[in-house]
């Protein structure tokens, strides 16, 4: 059974980078049927895409984060990766990663991380 | 972006109750649309794929409706663990998008 589970620094001061990692156990992340996701969701609020990776290593990211995104993929790992840039309180939220079918719904998620902004 | 509203924000119910939720996009998105229930502290969890389709092990009271702009989730009959919030997404367009969620509690 495929498990995802996010790791990384919880807390992140103004303007750095928020860096985390999704591990994938119980899967290979390099099948070319699924796409793997951020998304994050702010304290009492709803959820927000953040963007995906395929396999192939093609990424899409939401515009409203600009080009502080980069989305990647560690084969070797089986892992892939969310490097946020320049954050700001509104940042502060609850990570997680997910898996989609192709570009469908997302079927399988990790527990999230929560990740805090401070200045 | 493609915009999703729903209606009600939130609303009260008793067990047993038809509980029902709609979901409107600002533009056609055909079929694309997931629903989600997501209980306080816990990631989402994918219920309802392409309007209509239920996951598989999701309870059959649980149905959902809809094409084009307008989209319904339904909950037959309100059991004490379909307490939670849930969200419809759009998968039409690029970016994903969500709706704001619609909270469920008991009356």
């Known amino acids: 059974q495929l498990q995802l589970r996010e790791s990384g ?4 001061k ?5 860096s985390l990692t999704c591990a994938v156990s119980g899967g ?12 994050r969701q702010p304290p009492g609020k709803g959820l927000e895409w953040i963007g995906y990776i395929f396999h192939s290593g093609h990424t899409y990211s939401n515009p409203s984060l600009k080009s502080r995104v980069t989305i990647s ?12 840039t320049s954050v700001t309180a509104a940042d502060t939220a609850v990570y997680y990663c997910a898996r989609s079918r192709g570009v469908s719904g997302f079927d399988i998620w990790g527990q999230g991380t929560m990740v805090t902004v401070s200045s | ?6 209606s009600p ?11 029902t939720i709609t979901c409107q996009a600002s533009q056609d998105i055909s079929n694309y649309l997931n629903w989600y229930q997501q ?6 969890k994918l219920l309802i794929h392409d309007a209509s389709n239920l996951e598989i092990g999701v309870p059959s009271r649980f149905s959902g409706s809809g094409s084009g702009t307008d989209f319904t989730f339904t909950i037959s ?9 849930y969200y419809c997404q759009q998968y039409d367009n690029l970016p994903f998008t969500f709706g704001p969620g619609t909270k469920v509690d008991f009356k």
């Open chain 2, 1 to 6: 972006d493609i915009q999703m509203t729903q």
């Open chain 2, 9 to 19: 924000s939130s609303l009260s119910a008793s067990v047993g109750d038809r509980v």
């Open chain 1, 73 to 84: 993929l560690d084969r070797s790992k089986n892992q892939f990766s969310l490097k946020l």
């Open chain 1, 28 to 39: 290979s992340i390099s099948s070319g049927a699924y796409s793997w996701s951020w998304v």
């Open chain 1, 14 to 18: 103004s303007s750095q980078t928020l």
């Open chain 2, 39 to 44: 209980k306080p502290g816990k990631a989402p």
């Open chain 2, 77 to 85: 009959s309100l059991q004490p663990e379909d307490i939670a919030t």
């Open chain 1, 9 to 12: 620094s919880g807390l992140v």
